[in-house]
T-cell receptor, first 114, second 113 residues
Framework: EPEVTQTPSHQVTQMGQEVILRCVPI?????FYWYRQILGQKVEFLVS????????KSEIFDDQFSVERPDGSNFTLKIRSTKLEDSAMYFC????????????FGPGTRLTVT | DAKTTQPNSMESNEEEPVHLPCNHS???????IHWYRQLPSQGPEYVIH???SNVNNRMASLAIAEDRKSSTLILHRATLRDAAVYYC??????????????FGTGTRLTIIP
């Protein structure tokens, strides 16, 4: 069964450093998403991406965040200058398109900012 | 987004049915009811969705009240692997700019061996 993959599984970085989290969505999917979950808290939407542009973003997704689909398979989330409060589990998801009922989530990347 | 209310936690014995309730009294006519679950240390996983009629799939059943103000996710025979946080989410899938899933705190289901 096709699945969303994410790398790395765990990333440790120092405050102020840039990080790039990588995702490979399911191949025929058209919508891509990033969510995050701070330890013990809710899963929060960050951004959705369609047709090579952001279609929706949350208040969390400020200028420090960016997303890119650099090629036909990868979808990345970049945090330019990490803060301690960016420490969280970051989940990538994909869906077939608008009207799709299912979003398929990856296993997540645990980001630890020290 | 219309709000949902779920119990914080529930327990069930292994191999018995589990009924997970969700109240959504402010649901709109175009909101679909989605259920996702999150197993420990994993990403959320789609379970089932419905609009008005009851739905069945290989994972679960979804019973929707006639007035659509509440719904119940039914796991017919719980296994230890079903221990997870279950989220009931309303979403109008056809509304542009509303692709996101808005997660609440969900119901933490514990399965007793």
């Amino acid at each position: 069964e096709p699945e969303v993959t994410q790398t790395p599984s765990h990333q440790v970085t120092q405050m102020g450093q840039e990080v790039i989290l990588r995702c490979v969505p399911i191949s025929n999917h058209l919508y891509f998403y990033w969510y995050r979950q701070i330890l013990g808290q809710k899963v929060e939407f960050l951004v959705s991406f369609y047709n090579n542009e952001i279609s929706e973003k949350s208040e969390i997704f400020d200028d420090q965040f960016s997303v890119e689909r650099p090629d036909g398979s990868n979808f990345t989330l970049k945090i330019r200058s990490t803060k301690l409060e960016d420490s969280a589990m970051y989940f990538c998801a994909s869906s077939e398109g608008r009207g799709s009922y299912e979003q398929y989530f990856g296993p997540g990347t645990r980001l630890t900012v020290t | 987004d219309a709000k949902t209310t779920q119990p914080n936690s529930m327990e069930s014995n292994e191999e018995e049915p589990v009924h997970l309730p969700c109240n959504h009294s402010t649901i709109s006519g175009t909101d679909y009811i989605h259920w996702y679950r999150q197993l420990p240390s994993q990403g959320p996983e789609y379970v089932i969705h419905g609009l008005t009629s009851n739905v069945n799939n290989r994972m679960a059943s979804l019973a929707i009240a006639e007035d659509r103000k509440s719904s119940t996710l039914i796991l017919h025979r719980a296994t230890l692997r079903d221990a997870a946080v279950y989220y009931c989410i309303l979403r109008d899938v056809w509304w542009k700019g509303n692709e996101k899933l808005t997660f609440g705190t969900g119901t933490r289901l514990t399965i007793i061996p």
